[in-house]
């Protein structure tokens, strides 16, 4: 099936284009984007000029930063295409209500994706948490900013959502492997003085689970989360790639996003072969309400 | 039916008790608060305590703020009976979708309430609106706080939800109304340094709709809309209760809350004869992307 990417910036390159080029689904057929091309590709630097030139193409995904993500997918859905969305999958809730109700409508498949449910450990975490009791669980999720988006300023923007940029890959784990839902209780958030979106949150759960998102780790990096249940302990490393139960590791390894790309854009072959949407809002939910419910405190200003 | 009220500050005292005195369907039974009573009615401090207690009440009201109303509710479903929740239905929107979650599995019935979307002219402005076309929309809704929350710390503190609590009732009314959906598109968020919650925004929609949202008026207290369309303009003045089509006063008046919260009760007891859950969070999730996608100015020190 053909395919074209909207949005060639870090995130495309680093993993869609492999992991189209990768599977047995998809043939890249072209791109659009204001300037990044792919070797080989036919480019366009407007979507509507994308939809009216390539009628063959039948899919299009979506890695454009999500507050202009919302009129491209509708221009898409509207010309009845199906749409893969990066995480987040929009701007507002409110879009994606409305990109899901226009999908259904034009009967084309809507694909919300959150790549970190595919890191290798998370199935089988949630297989071994579906009968345990949770007693106590800790997200740690730190980054090094400057490494992972380097000079993004929309990340720091109004609507970037900072921080909960990765965070979100946390709760879209947690929406994923707990046995019971989750809602938030309260929130701290850390807004450099110079910019609307926050570099760092800390965050209380109901289930007595917590989470702490920071931008600003220049050591090891960590995207660790660790649960203590009545029946052991459980430990998700590496982004979700790497699962620990009772302190040896049993399944995954340190790698980074071995096979997240590739298994979502096999799933979406598979959404459209089923003629289906999947778009699970949940771990958008839980970033909304904590800005809703946050406390918010003024941090030093920063630059990349 | 009889019926429980939990919390007895202003907004019960002023409007839930009334109404359910004045319907047929109703008998106030208890309430639960930690200072508030209703003379001649049983009173318990303890939500728990009245659950045991009057296994023959079948449905509890909340009216406490959106933070503390979470457990209660839960509470009162766990217990089996039917809920009935003032606006907004929680402090996120998260625990409102795990109420309703249990509510179904209960086999209860669960009723997030807007009141503002029972005012006079709202029904015969949603069916103006059907068959026409919006060029453009301008919600107005300035009020002052200090009359209408005297001393209510609470609305400004994290997750009060500040102007927005007002401002609810008017996306409760859009959300209504409207001929199709919107989406939020930027807004501009007014917090005083020394609280939490806004006390003024600026929202752009979809549909070239846009809303004021203010909580210093000391003048004339405004709560308008008003829909350019083509065929004709449409004014919505008073909260909803007041309509005029092409400046001509059609429906209602400018008296303030008239019937709202006696349909409110009438339509729960129809839901529970029924059997069904009424659950909108679309106002709510408009809020929520306000506070994700707003940019924030500290404003002016705000003190009662």
Redesign the interface.
Known sequence: MKIALVGIGKIAVDQHVPAIAGGPDWELAATVSRSGKVDGVEAFTSIEDMLSARPDIGTVSLCLPPVPR?QAAQAALLAGRHVMLEKPPG?????V??LH?LARAQGVSLFATWHSRCAHGVASAKAWLADRTIREGRVIWREDVRKWHPGQDWIFE??G?GVFDPGINATSILTEILPM????T??EID?PGNR?APIAARLQF?GNITADFDFREQGPQTWDMEFVTDGGHLALRNGGNKLEIDGKAVEGDDKILGAEYPTLYAQMAQLIGEKRCDVDL?PM?????A??????NTVEDFEF
């Open positions: 919302f701007a507002t809730l409110a879009e209500h409305i109700d109004a609507g959502m839902p989750i809602y938030l309260g929130a807004i609307q109901s949940s939910v839980l970033v909304a309400d800005f809703t419910l946050g406390r918010r």
